[in-house]
């Protein structure tokens, strides 16, 4: 059952940017993930309701920039200096609760979006 709705992917030219967004209501954790071709689907970062700061993967800070739209209910993943290794798939997740696992690990977020495609030439 998805709960999240994706949107913002699309072509871009290497060096460009891309803005995704999420619609995630009611959720204590939202995050962002992707999957690339010949990798396993990789945690970028996640944001906390209340909080307001991201959180990043070690491999994903530089590029990335998550942020929501005030009141918590849209997220936003902004992708800047892209290349064409940044080809994929991008999600976002959400837990109304923790479960135990690492926040940048997928097994921690029981809902996800269907995915936007992000294709960089």
């Known amino acids: 059952h998805v709960q999240l709705v994706e949107s913002g992917g699309g072509s871009v030219q290497a060096g460009g940017s891309l803005t995704l967004s999420c619609v995630a209501h009611?959720?204590?954790?939202r995050a962002w993930f992707r999957q690339v071709s010949g990798k396993e689907r990789e945690g970028i970062g996640y944001i906390a309701t209340g909080e307001g700061l991201p959180h990043y993967a070690d491999s994903m800070k530089g590029r990335f920039t998550i942020a929501h739209d005030g009141t918590e209910e849209t997220i936003y993943l902004h992708l800047d200096n892209l290349t064409p290794n940044d080809t994929g798939v991008y999600y976002c997740?959400?837990?109304?609760?923790?479960?135990?696992?690492?926040?940048?690990?997928?097994?921690?977020?029981?809902?996800w979006g269907q995915g936007t495609q992000v294709t960089v030439s």
């Open positions: 997740a959400a837990n109304r609760g923790r479960r135990g696992y690492s926040l940048f690990t997928s097994d921690e977020y029981p809902s």
């Open positions: 009611a959720f204590t954790y």
